[in-house]
């Protein structure tokens, strides 16, 4: 017999009203766990995404739209930019780096992505043994997401399909080569199939007509035609006009946007305005924007957290309104045990190994509930294709949760413990 | 070896009943005697050391208890001296022999399982050690309640009624059982009662609270 056996005794023995008190304890750990992840996890993701990226360039419409569908390949394009003025503002001297991007075309819901190699490398995304970057058209490299998901490897071939998301239109005539895979990146670009910019003209170049054809349809306005992501959004190539060569020039052709690093942080000041101001294109700030999110977003994540913490409060007044009620019903035996000769402090060690006893068992609870929730969202979300995220990833931050906890479970036993120090033994157990 | 000397006892300041002298020697059994509300549970808790006596001296095996104060009380009482009360204060959570080794873990001695399994082979509740004690009868669970009293050796095992709501038979059997640890261990045993059952067990008598 000891205070630790003792405790466990007396849990067993109050079996209901100790489950609802580690339940409620683990209820609130697990919640706090849930949002150290999901926020950590979509934190980097976004900080790996945005990094190096100072300004995006595109067609005019919601800056957020521009970010989010160029750097996080979340939302639909805003349109499409002439690939001269592209190419013009890529020789800024203002500018270091200017990547193109060209959206329209998906293969299974992963967005073909057609670029150059400085995009990959803007990432440090490194090539798997065996593979390299696409030298010609209808050649293509395959994030690792997209390659473990869709069983590919270099070598194999798949046709693209119309659209951003699956269901699209295939382009089964048109099948590209995988010639490289990447390694996880941890950014974006697991998910993302890059090939050359000319792959794309190429399959749009020659597919005119039926680009022509549905455009006509678009055009008509059919209202019932479930359009959604499948519209020509994100189209770099326009329909040919009647009056152009089908082979095209690189006068029509287009790209979606561009993405721009700075040489100095004083392009930030002029640029923008300058591009805004000068063409018919929208220049976004990543960081500006994506601060714009987090105001919305943060005030979000913020008020759960504090709902967390005010669970974890209402667990610890759960223990202690146990232990005080325990109390109550075991001053018998509490001043029995004092007249066996027990000293207060023993008793009150007892109280607090009981209480603690709890929040231990409820913050492991809460922690491996926690992290099996995330790996439910993670499995959740991961047929979405736009979030990855993982359960089993443990980060520092929830090494506190055992101090906290614990404290929490040592202030609830604190009223009821030192109720010991006053017990009459003979009024108690006696002259009652 | 229990000595007494102008004892008042009571508590909130009022004397509810006085012994003026009574020498215990060790081994020697003593019966205090009186009709309920006399006084003689007061008295008893008073020799136990469980209250403060209003005035006077309580000496047991040469410690005055008047001079032991807060946890240094405690811990003499642990180990010298065995309290069995009327209500007996079963611990619900535990097993019958884990009621008996609480007594140890309560006095901070070393806990033998042998010990508490062989007093309680010696009172026949050996079978129910683990048992919960709201499963046991009032017989037996007084049993474990005198087992609970007996398990430190103590100098003195003080009783207060532990025979009255037993029916004659068990009466009998479980005085003898006591007489017999008391005697085992030289301890001497001070047992409050109305019981008329038992007087005949007891030498030395002492009647509180008036007239018979």
Redesign the interface.
Known sequence: ??SLR?SF??L??KTLSTALTVTTFAAGVAMIVVLLLVNAQLQTEFANNLKGIDLVVGAKGSPMQLILSSVFHLDLPTGNIPLEAALTLGRHPMVQQAIPLSLGDNFRGYRIVGTTAAYPEHYRARLRAGGRYWKKEMEAVLGAEVAARCGLTTGDSFAGSHGLTAGGELHAQFPYTVVGVLEPTDSVLDRLVLTGMESVWYIHEHDSDHDEAEAAGEQQGQPGMPQGDDRHDGHLAPPASPAGPAGGSAARREVTSLLISYKSPLAAVGLPRLINKTTSMQAASPAFEMARLNAFMGRGTETLRYFAWFLIALAGFGIFAGLYNAMNERR??LA???????????LFALMMTESLVVALVGVLLGILAGHLLVQGIATWLSSSKHIQMTGMLFLVEEAWLFPVSLAVGALAALLPAIRVYRID???T???H | MLEIQGLKAG?DDKVIVELPQLALPSGEHCLILGDSGSGK?TLL?TL?G??TPVAGEITVDGQDLGALRG?AL??????NIG?I???L?M????SVL?NV????????VP?DRGKAVRLLERLGIADKRDDKPETLSQGQQQRVAIA?AAINSPRIIVG?EPTSALDDRACETVLGLLLQLAAASGASLVIATHDQRIKGHFHQQIRVGGAP
């Not at chain 1, 029995?336 to 023993?346: D, E």
């Not at chain 2, 080794?101 to 901070?108: E, H, K, R, S």
Request: charged share 20%; aromatic share 14%.
């Open positions: 017999m000891n003792l005794a007396y067993r023995h018998y035996d029995l045990m004092r007249s066996f000769g027990a000293r207060p402090g023993k033994i003979f009024k157990l006696v002259h | 508590y549970t808790c136990a469980l209250l946890s405690d811990a003499f009482r642990g180990r309290v009360y009327q209500t204060h611990v619900s959570a535990l884990e080794l609480l007594a140890q873990y309560a006095a901070g806990q609970r207060d």
